[in-house]
Nanobody, 129 residues
Framework: QVRLVESGGGLVQPGGSLRLSCAASGLTFDAYKFGWFRQAPGKDREGVSC????????YYEDSVKGRFSISRDNAKKTVFLEMSGLKPEDTAVYFC??????????????????????WGQGIQVTVSS
């Protein structure tokens, strides 16, 4: 059974930083691409950042470029999202997702893949003063 468990969310002031973690189990970790997605109230889910199996290829949604950084530790079977310069518009539930290696990294993030990835349960990130 595949499990993706997010942690590290919470309340942070504008301009602050958070580090999200996604611990994966039940799959061959280095055979999967991973991504972070978010969904704000009343909005569609959007891809924030995705990373290839080796970590050599990354994709970022335009609004987070230069502020967010995705990485993975294949030995620890964990994916990270370092978020800095947080803005109120970053407030959302953040989800970790895992997709097969055959998918293109960008296509996974813009949700144009032939199937659905595995999803975590999501974690709240609130940016507010």
């Amino acid at each position: 059974q595949v499990r993706l468990v997010e942690s590290g969310g919470g309340l942070v002031q504008p301009g602050g930083s958070l580090r999200l973690s996604c611990a994966a189990s039940g799959l061959t970790f280095d055979a999967y691409k991973f991504g972070w997605f978010r969904q704000a109230p009343g909005k569609d889910r959007e891809g924030v950042s995705c990373i290839s199996t080796s970590g050599s290829i990354t994709y970022y949604e335009d609004s987070v470029k230069g502020r967010f950084s995705i990485s993975r530790d294949n030995a620890k079977k964990t994916v990270f999202l370092e978020m800095s310069g947080l803005k109120p518009e970053d407030t959302a539930v953040y989800f970790c997702a895992a997709g097969p290696a055959r998918w293109k990294t960008q296509e996974m993030c813009i949700q144009r893949t032939p199937g659905s990835p595995y999803w975590g349960q999501g974690i709240q990130v609130t940016v507010s003063s």
